[in-house]
Nanobody, 124 residues
Framework: QVQLVESGGGLVQAGGSLRLSCVASGRTFSSYAMGWFRQAPGKEREFVAA????????YYADSVKGRFTISRDNAKNTVYLQMNSLKPEDTAVYYC?????????????????WGQGTQVTVSS
């Protein structure tokens, strides 16, 4: 059974930083793609960043490019989202997701497994 467990959310002032973690278990993920999504109140869940466990390029939404960095630690089965220069509009619940076919996809319905989410609140 696949489990994705996020952590690292919290309250931070604008301009601050947070690092989110997603620990994956229950399967060998070497062929998977992993994504981070976020959902603000009253809005649809949106793509933030993605990568493949096997390596290669990283992918970002335009709204976070240059501020957020997605990375992975294969030995720990963990994917990270380093968030710098945070803005109030980054406030949302952040979700980790796994995609079994290993394709970099941008729609939430294209991912197979999801974590429970972690709240990020950026105050102005």
């Amino acid at each position: 059974q696949v489990q994705l467990v996020e952590s690292g959310g919290g309250l931070v002032q604008a301009g601050g930083s947070l690092r989110l973690s997603c620990v994956a278990s229950g399967r060998t993920f070497s062929s998977y793609a992993m994504g981070w999504f976020r959902q603000a109140p009253g809005k649809e869940r949106e793509f933030v960043a993605a990568l493949r466990w096997s390596g290669g390029n990283t992918y970002y939404a335009d709204s976070v490019k240059g501020r957020f960095t997605i990375s992975r630690d294969n030995a720990k089965n963990t994917v990270y989202l380093q968030m710098n220069s945070l803005k109030p509009e980054d406030t949302a619940v952040y979700y980790c997701a796994a995609q079994a076919a290993g394709r970099i996809l941008y729609k939430n319905y294209e991912y197979d497994y999801w974590g429970q989410g972690t709240q990020v609140t950026v105050s102005s």
